[in-house]
C-alpha cells in the first residue's frame, strides 16, 4: 500500500502523540510501546524497521519482566 508524504506526517504525528502521553502501567502498556515505536520507524522509512529494532521482545508466557526497567525506552 502506498501512502502519500502528507499521510505519513500525519500519521507519524499521530504516533508521536501517542508516545508522548502513554504512561506504562502493565505490560500491555509495554507492547503497545513497543508497537508504536516500531511503527514510527517504519513510518520513518528506517532500514531498521524491517529487522531488529533494538526493541526488546516481550515474552507472552513464563515470568513477567519487571516493567519499570523497561520504562525507559
Known sequence: ???SGSSIEVLSD???NRLAIMSIGDQD???E???LKRALNELKG???AMGSTG???IPRRGRRRK???AESL
Open 1 to 3: 500500500m502506498n501512502l
Open 14 to 16: 499521530l504516533v508521536v
Open 29 to 31: 502498556d509495554l507492547r
Open 33 to 35: 510501546k513497543i508497537a
Open 46 to 48: 528506517s532500514e531498521e
Open 55 to 57: 526493541l526488546p521482545d
Open 67 to 69: 516493567v519499570g526497567s
